[in-house]
C-alpha cells in the first residue's frame, strides 16, 4: 500500500474487509471487519443497505437514558413529562448522542450517510432559532439514507429546519426572502455558475407564502398562503413554472414548487456534484475519474437511487486501491478508538435530571479538536478534504479525545482496558509478533517488522525500553495496553 497521506508507510497492506469497515463505519474496529470476513463483503453490503432488518441495541441504550430527544412532538413530549426540557437541551443531548452513535451501532452504513447528509444539508443544532428542528433533521437523515437524490433533497429542502433556518416561513410576496432560493442552487445541487442572478430572484417568488412542509417518512406535503404568495409564470434555468393564479383554493404553485426541486436534482451538473463529493467522502479527496464516471452511470440507470450509486463505488476495481487516502476527522478517530477499546456507556442519568448532557468531556474535546459535530456555523458544512483536518490543531484534539476515553477521564463512559484477551496477544507471542498483531487488529494494516511503528510497539511491550531481541516470546502481557495506545494514536490510525 502507497498513500500521500502517509509516505513512510510503504510496505503496509491491508484486507478488502477492512478497507470496506473503514469506508462504511465511522466506529470501524476489528469487530466489524471480522462480521465482514464472516459473512463476506457483498453479504454484508447487502444486510447494510437494509438497515430495517438489522437489531439496533444502541437506540434502545439511548432512549432509556436520554428519551426526550426521541419523542418528535410538543404531544408526545407533554405525555412523556418532558415540557420542561428547553430544545436547546435536547439539541445538546441529540450532538452528543450523534458522536456515540457510530461506538455501538450495527447499521453502519445508515448511519454514515445519515452523517453525510447532515453535513450535506448542514444546519446547526444549537441554534436559537432552530428549536424545535434537531430532532426531526437527525431522523430525516437515516430515513432517507438511501433514496433516490430528488427525494432526498425535496425532503430536506421542506424540512422544518432548512425552511427556519434560512428564513423562508417569513417570505412573502412583498419581500420574497432569497436565502432557501440561492442555497437550494448553490450548495444543494447544480454550484456556483450554474444559476444567474435573475434565477435565484424568480426562485424566490416561486417559494414564496409555502406553509407545509416535510413529514417524518420523508414525504412532503406543501401548499401556499394565497395573500402571501407570489402568483404568474417564472423561468427558471431556462424553464418555465406555471404558478397558476389561485383559483378557489387551486392553483399549480405546490406542484410547481417542487418540480423545480426536482429539476434541479436530476439536472446533469447535480448528479456529478453529488457523486464526487460522496466518492470524496468515502474514497479520497481525488476519487478516480473511472470510479466517478461509474457512480453517475448508475444514478442515470436508477433514476439518481443513492444506493445504485454507493454500490457502484463499493464494487468499482479502483476501490481497493484506495485504501488509506482519505483521513479521519476528529469525531471518525474517537468514534474507531472507543469502539476498538470496547469502550462501555455506563453512566446512568439520575432520573430527575432530563437536562444532563451525555459523554461531557469526550464530545468538548471532538469540539476543541475543530469539529463542532452537528453544530457547524454555516450552511456549507464541515469542510471534506484531508487538508483541514490535517492540522496540528485538529490532530492533537483528536488525539487527546482518544486518551480521555482510554485514561476513563470521562465520567459517562468506560474502558475496561485488558486489550491483550480483547486483541488475542498473548505471552508465548514474539515481541515482533505482538507488535505486528495490534497494529493489524487496532488499525486495519498490516505492517512489515522490520517498521519504525513495530519497533515502538516492541518498546512499549517491554516497559519503555528496546529489548535485546524481538524474535523471542514476551513471557507476560503486561505491557500491551501500552502498545495498543501507541498502535492508536499512531498515523495508522488517522488513515481510513
Known sequence: MSTPLAPRLAGCTTSAEWVMARRTAIGASFEVADEIRRVG??????????????????VATARAKYPAIWATTPEEDAKAGYAGISEGHMAEQLMRVHVLRPVYTKRHLQTSLADFWLDYFSLPYAENKMTGSARQLDALARTMAFRTFSDVLVAFIFSTGMLTYLDQLGSTKVHPNENLAREVMELYSVGVGHYTEADVKAASKLFSGIWGGTRPDGSVKIGVHETDHWFGAVTIRGRRYANTPWNGGTTSAPADIVRFVRDLA????????????????????????????????????????????????????????????????????????????????????????????????????????????????????????????????????????????????????????????????????????AAVRILERVTGYRVPASHA??????????????????????????????AVHAAMTSPLMFLR
Open 41 to 58: 463483503v457483498a453479504a454484508w453490503l447487502n444486510t447494510q443497505f437494509r438497515p430495517d432488518t438489522i437489531a439496533e441495541p444502541f
Open 453 to 482: 511503528l513495530v519497533g515502538v510497539l516492541v518498546a512499549r511491550l517491554n516497559g519503555g525500553k528496546a529489548p535485546a531481541r524481538a524474535d523471542v516470546p514476551m513471557g507476560t502481557t503486561d505491557g500491551v495496553d501500552r
Open 266 to 433: 436530476n439536472d446533469p451538473v447535480t448528479r456529478a456534484n453529488v457523486c464526487t463529493r460522496l466518492a470524496r467522502r468515502f474514497v479520497s479527496d481525488t476519487p478516480p475519474a473511472a470510479m466517478v464516471s461509474a457512480m453517475q452511470s448508475a444514478w442515470v440507470s436508477s433514476g439518481g437511487s443513492v444506493e445504485k450509486v454507493l454500490r457502484a463505488m463499493f464494487t468499482h476495481p479502483t476501490w481497493l486501491g484506495t485504501a488509506g487516502r482519505k483521513w479521519r476527522r476528529p469525531a471518525e478517530t474517537w468514534a474507531a478508538v472507543a469502539a476498538t477499546a470496547g469502550v462501555q456507556w455506563t453512566h446512568t442519568r439520575p432520573a430527575a435530571n432530563l437536562t444532563e448532557l451525555p459523554a461531557p468531556t469526550t464530545y468538548d474535546a471532538i469540539r476543541t479538536a475543530g469539529q463542532p459535530v452537528r453544530d457547524w456555523p454555516t450552511p456549507q458544512g464541515m469542510p471534506d478534504r484531508d487538508a483541514h483536518w490535517m492540522g496540528t490543531a485538529s490532530v492533537l484534539g483528536g488525539l487527546n479525545a482518544a486518551d480521555a476515553v482510554l485514561g476513563n477521564e470521562d465520567p459517562h463512559l468506560t474502558c475496561p482496558g485488558r486489550f491483550a484477551t480483547r486483541l488475542g496477544v498473548t505471552a508465548s507471542m514474539t515481541y515482533a509478533q
